[in-house]
């Protein structure tokens, strides 16, 4: 059984910060691809980062410069910056794991049940 819960999501004024956290738990050998989406009310759900089990990221433009997002393998946990919040990133913030059970296995993907972020004017 693999878990993925995702906390950090709170109310927050226009310029504020917010840093939220991934953990992924469970039976599986490890975690590949991690990333953050977002979906604000009435809107498709968008990528807002990505990082690589190597470390290697890719940040949506509408981010880029304010969202900074990181990983700690050993702990199979992902976390994402944000700084310079505006209210246009209100939205609710899913993780998003990609996990082999063993090596040489099928990677299956994973979504956590997600985390509100809303930032007033």
């Known amino acids: 059984q693999v878990q993925v819960v995702e906390s950090g999501g709170a109310l927050v004024q226009s310029g504020g910060s917010l840093r939220l956290s991934c953990a992924a738990s469970g039976s599986f050998f490890g975690a590949l691809h991690m990333g953050w989406y977002r979906q604000a009310p009435g809107k498709q759900r968008e990528l807002a980062a990505t990082i690589t089990s190597g470390g290697s990221t890719n940040i949506a433009d509408s981010v880029k410069g304010r969202f900074t997002i990181s990983r700690d393998n050993a702990k199979n946990t992902m976390y994402l910056q944000m700084n310079s919040l505006k209210p246009e990133d209100t939205a609710v913030y899913y993780c998003?794991?990609?996990?082999?059970?063993?090596?040489?296995?099928?990677?299956?993907?994973?979504w956590g049940q997600g985390t509100q972020v809303t930032v007033s004017s």
């Open positions: 998003n794991v990609v996990l082999v059970s063993a090596p040489g296995a099928l990677p299956r993907t994973y």
